[in-house]
């Protein structure tokens, strides 16, 4: 099988690029190094000793893209590309209506032209908004999203459920990440943002090496177990696993079905801290500041349906996350004093 794979550079693309090759498929990848870089490329092939075909290219450009599909024979397209900076989608919003809607209109329009049936996309928990309850599951209400980001992705999942009622070829894969952290086991591959981190585990990550001095606790005055935020941080490698299962059931003619990515489990900011020191040894000095705007209490995911669909189960743990990302940044420091 021939997979497109959009933004296979990037973090959670990466990821899912080594597993489709491992389990033997031929990858095409298109990023224009928006929020990835290019030794990233060569470090797949250090990995799996296969080189993916790759173009630098931006999906939202429709000439370079019909170029793209008419050369690649593609069976599937796995769309990871798109902007995905919370707090910079407030401040940018058409920025990111344009790039993230625009990215996957093209794809659809090149989708039809070329008989290409079957699509994973890149979908998040974000869209659930403020839960009424938790876990979160699949049929739990898709609410207004706290930002433009998580518009973009609401907007999405109705352009994709729209246009599977009229292409009944189609097979879609929408799958709702929760919050995908650690790396890859050769240290290779990982998280690593330019700048300072919007997310968690990546701050986490710049204090244990010593580039910032603590964690910002973003409010301890929430109604949950210690006041901090809960949220299911699944393991990277276990994102990428769902998608393959996710690509193996588009192969039986599905249709359109949507999945939960995560644990099913819930953990506070502070229990994180405790983890990650817990699996690294590294002391995280950290202190309580006010609610960052937009956060929401809690959130986790309910796994029933990503078992019974596609047979999906996490084989690592939070502990195993926090070592494994840890262990990407320390190497990663250590190729910047090169
Ligand atoms: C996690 C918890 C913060 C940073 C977002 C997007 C989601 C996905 C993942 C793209 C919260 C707290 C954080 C810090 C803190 N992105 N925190 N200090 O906001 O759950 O999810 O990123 O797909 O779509 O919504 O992730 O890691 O930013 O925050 O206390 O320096 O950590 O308040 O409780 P979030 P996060």
Request: aromatic residues 8%.
């Amino acid at each position: 099988m021939k997979v497109l794979v959009t933004g296979g550079l990037g973090f959670i693309g990466s990821h899912t690029v080594v597993q489709l090759i491992e389990d033997g498929m031929e990858i095409v990848i298109v990023d224009n190094l928006y929020n990835s870089k290019i030794d990233v490329l060569d470090r797949i092939e250090s990995i799996t000793k296969v080189r993916p075909t790759y173009y630098n290219a931006d999906v939202t450009d429709k000439e370079e893209m019909e170029k793209i599909f008419a050369k690649e024979n593609i069976d599937s397209i796995i769309h990871f590309a798109g902007y995905k900076a919370v707090g910079e989608s407030c401040v940018k919003p058409l920025m990111y209506y344009r790039n993230n809607l625009d990215s996957t209109l093209t794809l659809l329009e090149l989708m039809e032209e070329y008989h290409v049936n079957n699509m994973v996309f890149s979908s998040s928990a974000t869209i659930y908004g403020l839960p009424d309850s938790v876990p979160l599951t699949e049929s739990s209400p898709r609410k207004e999203a706290t930002s433009p980001y998580g518009e973009t992705k609401v907007m999405i999942e109705r352009i994709l459920e729209d246009v599977s009622k009229v292409h009944k070829e189609f097979n879609i894969a929408i799958l709702r990440y929760f919050n995908p952290i650690g790396a890859h086991k050769s240290h290779l591959l990982g998280e690593d943002p330019n700048g300072l981190p919007n997310n968690l585990l990546p701050y986490i990550n710049k204090v244990a090496v010593g580039l910032l001095p603590y964690v910002n606790v973003f409010g301890d005055d929430y109604d949950t177990p210690d006041g901090t935020g809960v949220r299911d941080y699944i393991h990277v490698v276990d994102l990428a696993k769902g998608h393959l299962l996710a690509l193996r059931k588009l192969e039986k003619n599905c249709g359109l079905f949507v999945c939960n990515l995560g644990t099913g489990k819930g953990t506070s900011v502070l229990e994180i801290i405790h983890d990650f020191e817990v699996a690294t040894g590294v002391k995280i000095p950290y202190k309580i500041g006010p609610r960052r705007l937009g956060d929401i209490a809690t959130n986790y995911a309910s796994t029933d349906l990503a078992k019974k669909e596609l047979g999906f189960t996490c084989d690592f743990t939070v502990l195993d996350a926090c070592k494994d990302g840890y262990d990407f940044q320390l190497a990663e420091e250590k190729r910047r004093s090169k």
